[in-house]
């Protein structure tokens, strides 16, 4: 298990949660709360900047780290999920070819080819610290042929990503930014495992899991996810895209996972429900427990939240609970002030930032 990443913006301890800031920016929260958390690293998408507003943009204004004002980690997403997802839903938006993906949101619009090497090269301009390769997505359900060629298509535009990265990265100065392959193969584990060998030939600073982690009703793919975690180097770091849950992400500590992501926490926050650790569950050991149940949600808008003088949680040290009580809050929430949901992100983020502590010093 790898216990830190030395990046072009300083190290980041393992386990380490990123919480998704899509366009540069974690919503409803400033760069401040994520740092105050203890949050070491931000999660953004290569394509959906690449849209808006630019490459070329961002570049220009000295990179993400100076457009966004955040001073720690960056990962930059591929955006193939994304691409996959807009036309599995509807195949007008655009094509999967052999070399490139097709995409055009607005038939009025021209269409933009999205290649393994217009995708590095936009991490290059980002300035990223982890870099993801374009990878071809699919769903667990998805038939062999599908699964087969998602893996066949992973590898090759992996390795080329790995090509134009070697190629780019002659110019950089100073400590080299990380380029992450993807995992694919759906519920298949000889396609995973094949994938993780070839992208492991070609070469790679860690590895994501690739495809949808959750069922049709939400639960995470355990299996899933275990294959895939069986299909990484162990001595590179194993990152879980997309997941996840408190109590999933310490389950995928368990498999090996070092490095998550998810938009759970800032979710959850805007739709007025808190996370608490449970009474006693505060320690270590309490926190590696799997059975979920070592934290509660404190859903603010409830009644009895009206005349609650106490904060969300007792022991969180987060600007919310350090000055305010769960009345206060449900009453700027009630009146629509901004402030709600800022101060309730800043506080799902810290309780991640805690989890990530404990879970560090439980390994």
Known sequence: MVKALS????????????????????????????????????????????????????????????FSGWSGAILTDSGGFQLYSMIRENAAYGEIREKEILFRPDMSAEKLHYTPEKCIQAQFMYRSDIMMALDLCTHPNDSYEEQRRSVELT??????????????????????????????????????????????????????????????????????????????????????MGVGRPEEIIRLIKMGYELFDCVIPTREARHQRLYAFDAGQDM??????????????????????????????ATCDCALCRRYSKAYLQHLFKVGDPSAQRLATAHNLRFYGRLMELAGKAL
């Open 155 to 240: 590898v090759k535009w992996g390795r080329r990503c790995r090509e134009e990265y070697d190629r780019l990265v002659r110019d950089v100065k100073g400590a080299r930014p990380l380029l992450f392959g993807i995992v694919q193969g759906g519920a298949d584990r000889a396609l995973r495992l094949e994938c993780g060998r070839r992208l492991a030939e070609i070469g790679f600073d860690g590895y994501g899991f690739g495809g949808w982690p959750t069922d049709e009703n939400g639960k995470l793919w355990d299996d899933v996810l275990k294959m895939a975690a069986d299909a990484m180097p162990d001595d590179k770091v194993k990152y879980a």
């Open 284 to 313: 270590p050991e309490g926190v590696m427990r799997d059975d979920g149940k070592f934290y509660h949600f404190v859903y603010i808008m409830d009644d009895a939240c009206a005349r609650d003088a106490a904060p969300p949680d």
């Open 7 to 66: 990046l072009p913006s300083g190290e980041v301890k393992l386990p380490a949660f990123f919480p998704d800031a899509t366009y540069a920016a974690v919503r409803a929260a400033d760069v401040e709360d994520v740092a105050d958390a203890g949050l070491s690293g931000l999660e953004m998408n290569t394509w959906h900047m690449y849209t808006k507003p630019g490459a070329k943009l961002i570049k220009a204004l000295g990179g993400l780290h100076k």
